[in-house]
């Protein structure tokens, strides 16, 4: 069946806008005007929807990648054939830009400053002037009538530079931030959460140094006539915001930072969004964010298990809930010298994830001893016959099919755990933990069961590489069943392997060494593997946990017993 390009649509003079989430993978059954990624600029963010339905075959775009128009996004398999070539109305590039497109492109033209003065000039916004006092309006912002405001960012006795934001409006497909025309100190705030704005709502009044007071709202005609009130320095800047004052803004944010789908998605939940943690670049809050924000305070609620409390709902924060003390907060610095790094976006994502993984889960690690000396002899046999293919196989690839032989034979421990059901499941997908410049990852080897040692080697080598190199998608980390922490290439003896959720258990294993062993007559030297176990004890018990270390033992101990 053809194939149907879909591409980015035309976003304006918008060139090379960084993706900041992807909302659909491989698989997926998409239609025509469902959102497809999130874009995002300086000021504003929008959806880019789909300009055909079908099947998503091969999806090109990944987080973090810079696309323009005619980027191509995904190729899929048409829903009708009939209209796979057809691209939609909407999206054609000489058609009309969508809404959220055209939304994107007016917050840019409203943000730059005109050069000169003319009719068709975007102030950043629009004031009146009078002795003490100016009035900051809404500017055009294209055809956009009664946005509602879903954030006010300035309050009455702020001091505000020109170009601040001071609220974000949001369209159904499109959120943009309305900065201000002048500098001032804020008297009044006259919208509120909820209004709803068009060119011409007035936002504020401001006391400027030699400002006035503003008596009515403009017309159209006004706000094009107010332009060449703005001061020349300004009039010749093309960027809303200066480099050095955009960090500034980016590092002081204190608003939530959400694009307009996870704004609804919070608020369908009745989620306070500004509570919510973000772990997407720039601490952009993602679906996932909201979702385990929704679960940590679920489980917090269930925890509570005091007289009076049980099944009721908190509006505390999850870790308020666990009434915790402050995290202690001290100068570090008047110790002696510091250095502060950032955490990098891959360390920031998967520390939210284990921490959540470490609070919301009953652990339990039980540790094992493996005897490797067979397996060891036999791996290193088959590493010498295929020496000449240059084909290699550590020990993870046998961990993994000895895992699964053991999930196998205990179900419960190839399973997630969805409300009061275990989802057992029927396909063996094994991740692997890799370490990585930029931090933790966990590529996953689809179908293990059906895959041989050789297979297993050679999959794992090349996405621990693509791991090292940052270039994993998605597919390739998500639909793990069990996860392997293998430190064995390092050192160790045993530690506590954090559950991967929604998994059920992890196996964590370190560096084999040849200890003596008592045979019944005497100590032989043999090759011993340290294994750690952690499981959830919700869906677990360590009899079952027990059973399950034992039997990877044996056959790692006895590789033929893996056909049994
Ligand atoms: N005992 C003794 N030696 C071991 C061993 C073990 N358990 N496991 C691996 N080795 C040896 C290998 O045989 C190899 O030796 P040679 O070079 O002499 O053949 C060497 O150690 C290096 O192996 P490796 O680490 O490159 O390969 P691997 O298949 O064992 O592991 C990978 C691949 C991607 C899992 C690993 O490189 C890695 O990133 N490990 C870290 C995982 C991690 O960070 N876990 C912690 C998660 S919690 O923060």
Redesign the pocket.
Known sequence: MALIEVKVPDIGDFKEVEVIEVLVKQGDSISKEQSLLTVESDKASMEIPSSASGIVKDLRVKLGDKVSEGTLILLAEAADPQTSNIPSKDISPNSEAPVGTKMLEEAQKTSALPEKSNSDSKPSSVSLESQAEQTVFVPDIGDFQEVEVIEVMVKPGDTIKAEQSLITVESDKASMEIPSCAAGVVKSVLVKLGDKVSMGTPLITLATASSPAASKAPSPAEISMATPATPPAQAERRHPVPEEMRAATDKDRTKPHASPSVRAYARELGVDIARVPGTGPKERITQDDVRNYVKAAVAAVAADTSPGRAGTISTATAGASLNLIDWPKIDFAKFGEIQTQPLSRIKKISGANLHRNWVMIPHVTNHEDADITELEALRLKLNEENAKAGI?V????FLIKAAVAALKKFPEFNASLEGENLILKKYFHIG?????PNG?MVPVIKDADKKGVFEI?KE??EL?AK?REGKLSPAEMSGGCFSI??????GGTYFT??INAPEVAIL?????STRPVWNGKEFEPRLI?PLSLSWDHRVIDGASAARFNSYLASILADFRRIIL
Not at 394 to 397: K, S
Not at 485 to 490: C, E, K, N, T, V
Not at 508 to 512: D, H, I, T, Y
Request: proline share 3%; glycine share 14%.
């Open positions: 290699k550590t020990l993870l690839a692997f933990a890799a370490d990585t933790l080697g794992m080598s621990a791991a922490s293998s430190l064995g290439g390092i392997p954090i964590g294993v370190c560096r084999s593997l």
